[in-house]
């Protein structure tokens, strides 16, 4: 298996896809403000920031963003809404599978609890991941260097025998600095490609 003991990997536009323009339009019909211009109006309330690092609860964060964007909905209706940006998955379960079967495997994300307990039950590739290292459950968001430590933790061993691939250059790059052997992700034909060259087998 050569150096490497873990493989880490990141959640979203990684293992699944997702578009949060898919939420903003079904808003928009839900509130006085044009899809393309939700973003602008939640990004001054840091309400997503304190979700994803796990500061208010999902309750407190619906009812802020109500208030925010005027918006007249129930919370399950928001939920599906909310949750309704994940699509497709982009790599192959046997992929997944046969990592975890070599190698300690590590999810690294900044997500939140409303999305991750419907993605634990709607994505079943979730199950092969040895430690799950969750920005609302550590309290800090990539590429807050304590996330990364929390996935150094989580992996057992030193920052040079863990790979980790995100599709954020930003993020690979503050892993790096850690030591990490990180690389931008860029599809699944990429990835594999970057494996083999590391001898990590899958």
């Not at 599978?97 to 979730?126: C, E, K, W």
Request: hydrophobic letters at 40%; glycine letters at 8%.
């Amino acid at each position: 298996m050569g150096a490497h003991k873990a493989v880490i990997l990141d959640l979203g536009k990684v293992l699944v896809q997702f578009d949060f323009r898919r939420g903003y339009r079904e808003l928009e019909g839900r509130c006085p403000y044009k899809a393309a211009g939700i973003p602008a109006r939640i990004a001054p309330t840091g309400l997503v920031e304190r979700l994803e690092c796990g500061s208010i609860e999902p309750e407190d964060f619906y009812r802020g963003l109500c208030r925010t964007l005027e918006l007249e909905l129930s919370y399950a209706e928001f939920q599906r809404i909310w949750n309704g940006i994940f699509t497709e998955t982009i790599l192959p379960e046997a992929m997944i599978a046969g990592l975890a079967a070599n190698y300690r495997l590590v999810l690294l994300s900044n997500t939140n609890r409303i999305h991750f307990d419907m993605l634990r039950q709607t994505y079943p590739f979730l199950r092969y991941f040895h430690q799950l290292v969750l920005s609302f459950e550590v309290g800090a968001m990539k590429p807050d260097p304590r996330i990364y430590q929390a996935a150094l933790q989580a992996a057992g061993c030193l920052p040079g025998e863990c790979f980790y691939t995100d599709d954020i250059k930003a993020y690979t790059d503050a892993a790096r600095q850690l030591g990490i052997d990180a690389v931008q992700f860029e599809s699944a034909g990429q990835l594999s490609r970057e494996l083999s060259a590391r001898g990590i087998r899958w």
